[in-house]
Each structure stands twice: as structure tokens, then as C-alpha cells.
């Protein structure tokens, strides 16, 4: 199996519209979302079908994320059974924005990004839908 089907990374900037909280503080479930897209292209990757995502084992909120800020979403599947993808993900930020209020448009690249997320969760691709069994 090639290595790329076992990690998935996506990158995307939060905007003011996941900016649920008071001084633009993001949901900590928009983080789960994009977890939920990374365990969906990996299952793709996979088994050709997108699957289930059934729980969540653990799921740690470690720092804030506000609107502006750059989350790259990382996961990868840790343990394959015969339907069962056991999955660990990560999400960090690499640029935090609204450093300076004197300055709105202000940003900065985070070397080493900041960890704000981290789950561990179990997916599902019955045997009738799994495209690329060998």
C-alpha cells in the first residue's frame, strides 16, 4: 500500500464565519469537522468509500484558535481491522493572525506550530463498500 494512504493533511485559514465565541474565538468542534474531512480522505485513500466515523476515544483542546488564524489538520490511520480504522489526528496552528490591534492585518508563522487539537477516533468501512482490497 502506497504511504499516502495512510496520512491525509489539509490547511485552511479560519474566517470570521467559525468565529462562534466572544474576541473571535473559534468552536473547538470546527476542529472535530476537520477531522472528519482527514478520516474522510483517508478512508477514500483507503477503501474507495468515504466509511463511517463511529467515536471518538479521546479528543484534547490544548489552545485557542481565533478567526484569521492558518489550522493545518493532520491525520493518519494508526490500526486497520477487518472494518474497523483506528485513526490518531492533530491539528496545528501554523500562523497565528491578530498579533498587534494596532495593526489588524498583522500575522506570524509559528516555528514550531502550536498544537490546539488532538483526538484519537475509530472509523468504519463495512466489507460491501471497501473498493481496494487486495
Not at 465565541?21 to 472528519?36: K, P, Q, S
Not at 491539528?91 to 492585518?105: G, M, Q, R, T
Request: hydrophobic share 40%; net charge negative; glycine share 8%.
Amino acid at each position: 500500500m502506497e504511504e499516502n494512504t495512510w496520512e491525509s493533511v489539509i490547511r485552511l485559514r479560519m474566517g470570521e464565519h467559525d468565529a462562534h465565541y466572544g474576541g473571535r474565538l473559534v468552536d473547538g468542534a470546527r476542529m472535530l469537522a476537520l477531522f472528519g474531512d482527514v478520516a474522510t480522505e483517508l478512508l477514500i485513500r483507503h477503501d474507495g468509500d468515504e466509511g463511517l466515523f463511529v467515536a471518538y476515544d479521546c479528543v484534547e483542546f490544548r489552545a485557542p484558535v481565533y478567526a484569521g488564524d492558518y489550522i493545518e489538520a493532520r491525520g493518519r490511520i494508526t490500526k486497520i481491522g477487518k472494518t474497523s480504522r483506528k485513526m490518531e489526528f492533530t491539528a496545528l496552528k501554523v500562523i497565528e493572525a491578530n498579533i498587534d490591534s494596532l495593526c489588524p492585518s498583522a500575522a506570524r508563522p509559528l516555528s514550531p506550530p502550536q498544537i490546539v487539537t488532538y483526538a484519537t477516533g475509530t472509523c468504519v468501512v463495512p466489507l460491501d463498500k471497501q473498493r481496494n482490497r487486495s
